[in-house]
Nanobody, 117 residues
Framework: QVQLVESGGGLVQAGGSLRLSCAGS????????VGWFRQAPGKEREFVSR????????YYADSVKGRFTISRDNTKNTVYLQMNSLKPEDTAVYYC??????????WGQGTQVTVSS
């Protein structure tokens, strides 16, 4: 069993920055695919960013490429999402996930990010 707790969301003006954190317990991220998804009101959940299983390759959605950076601290079993140059369309609930494409995925409770124009 894996527990994921996100933090760092909030209200920010367009052009601002936020840093999300996702602390995991119950299992180390180690060789798992770990990343972030988001869901805006009235829309489906969408991919934002992730590491591959080795933790050495980062992937980003086109909509956030160049503005968001995913990182991790294995000593703390924590994954981060640095979000810069935020836009109103980035407003969503952001979810941390382990093994999103596997037979058993684990999701956090989500953290709200609101970007005002």
């Amino acid at each position: 069993q894996v527990q994921l707790v996100e933090s760092g969301g909030g209200l920010v003006q367009a052009g601002g920055s936020l840093r999300l954190s996702c602390a995991g317990s119950g299992r180390t991220f180690g060789s798992s695919v770990v990343g972030w998804f988001r869901q805006a009101p009235g829309k489906e959940r969408e991919f934002v960013s992730r590491f591959d299983s080795s933790g050495g390759i980062r992937y980003y959605a086109d909509s956030v490429k160049g503005r968001f950076t995913i990182s991790r601290d294995n000593t703390k079993n924590t994954v981060y999402l640095q979000m810069n140059s935020l836009k109103p369309e980035d407003t969503a609930v952001y979810y941390c996930v382990v093994d999103p494409y596997g037979p058993r995925s684990y999701w956090g409770q989500g953290t709200q990010v609101t970007v005002s124009s």
